[in-house]
């Protein structure tokens, strides 16, 4: 059986040990060296970036969010391990995890070792698609004469390269289409490498439960467990016809899927279709203050990686789900497109405003999409609010004065809440 060592990168047959250099690291499977497409995530990539630029927080559980009053935007292993878990208000964290260091995300940060990364990637191979800051997709197929070497050596040499010149972790998912290698790259984590080959693809799938499918949302999993469909072994007992006359669409896409088939390409430079943020809290809330405080916070993320991509959108949407799962979506389009979070959060705000009824939510989000350069955007003035360019300089001004101290060095006040 074909053997890598993923850390000396020796080729060899299959045991427990590298021969070269005797450490346990290896990754070993009969399809090893015939796959070539590939998912890259990193690990904990937002509190990776902050304990290596304060090596003071090595050791420590770090949670990147807001104030106390704020959610969880990520958190480390360490305080994963804790309980700790993206999404969750601060202070069940800070109960879960006393000790936990808070950290307010530096966007400009992440950027910068994202395009760090990407730079690597593109020594592989032209075909790469990003999906976020932390994480792509890449087609390795056909350069394996390029470099001399499988894509998996090229894989491993790639998390060898970030790790030991950027600092930073990843793990990788190995396989023979999009849908088994972003599975496969979750399977290990941190500093795994995975591979889900072809002759197993079925066996592995069978008992493996169906939210593992990505982009299948809350509703659609509601609506598969409604019928009775929990796992893939469940899934691959319906017809094609009946899944697709019971989900539209999604039921062809579920079939397909159910067999491990995926025949979406690597697609570089896919077009973004929008930039969006939401959370789910663990408990339901009218809170007024409460809410108008995370829907600040996600315009100004949705904001700040608008800024990070160089783009800005001309439609806002505001995404409510009440506590009996019903889902309510509000969206107005803007005279022009804009990427300012002072002009995001009013116009989501008044799109707040005009749901009728009070709650509770169980989950709130706030999006831009029709997407254009950022060089079209925020270019004419608002004749109804004379004071919306004032307040744009003012933020790109916050804006710089941010990139060279740091976030914390100018926050508003309902960030706070």
Aim: net charge positive; charged share 30%.
């Amino acid at each position: 059986m074909p053997a890598l060592c993923r850390d000396c990168l020796t080729e060899f047959d299959h045991g427990r040990r590298c021969p070269s250099c005797g450490r346990p690291r290896i990754i070993a499977h009969d399809e090893l060296w015939d796959l070539s497409i590939a998912h890259m995530d990193c690990d904990a990539f937002y509190a990776s970036v902050e304990k290596r630029d304060n090596p003071e927080l090595a050791d420590k559980p770090v949670i990147i969010g807001g104030g106390r009053r704020g959610v969880v935007s990520t958190a480390c292993y360490v305080a994963r391990i804790k309980g700790v878990r993206s999404a969750m208000p601060m202070f069940k964290a800070l109960a879960l995890c006393p000790d936990a260091v808070i950290v307010r995300p530096r966007m400009s940060a992440y950027a910068d070792a994202s395009r760090a990364i990407r730079s690597m990637m593109e020594e592989l191979t032209p075909s790469i698609e990003p999906l976020s800051l932390d994480e792509a997709f890449l087609d390795l197929t056909g350069t394996a004469r390029l470099h001399g070497a499988p894509p998996a050596v090229m894989l491993a040499r790639l998390v060898s390269r970030m790790r030991d010149e950027l600092g930073l972790t990843g793990s990788i998912g190995l396989s023979h289409n999009k849908f088994l290698a972003k599975i496969a790259s979750d399977l290990d984590k941190p500093r795994g490498f995975s591979v889900i080959g072809k002759a197993e693809t079925e066996a592995f799938l069978r008992p493996k439960p169906i939210r593992l499918i990505w982009g299948v949302g809350g509703a659609t999993q509601d609506s598969l467990e409604r019928a009775g469909i929990r796992t893939f072994e469940d899934l691959l007992r319906w017809d094609k016809r009946d899944l697709a006359a019971r989900f539209g669409s999604m039921g062809d896409r579920l079939w397909h899927l159910a067999r491990g088939q995926d025949r979406r390409r690597v697609t570089r430079n896919a077009p973004m279709k929008s930039i969006s943020n939401e959370t789910t809290f663990h408990e339901d809330t009218s809170d007024p203050e409460l809410l108008d405080g995370h829907l600040w916070r996600m315009c100004e993320k949705v904001a700040d990686r608008a800024k990070a991509k160089g783009m800005a959108g001309r439609v806002v949407t505001l995404k409510l789900k009440k506590s009996d799962f019903k889902l309510l979506t509000r969206r107005t389009s803007l005279p022009d497109a804009t990427q300012i979070a002072d002009r995001l959060y009013r116009t989501a705000r008044a799109l707040f405003d005009q749901v009728p009824g009070d709650g509770p939510y169980r989950l709130l989000g706030a999006g831009l999409s029709d997407l254009v350069p950022e060089d079209m955007a925020d270019r004419a003035g608002d004749l109804l609010d004379p004071n919306a360019q004032t307040r744009a300089k003012a933020e790109r001004a916050t804006d710089a004065i941010r990139a060279k101290f740091g976030d914390d060095a100018i926050l508003k006040g309902r960030a706070l809440r």
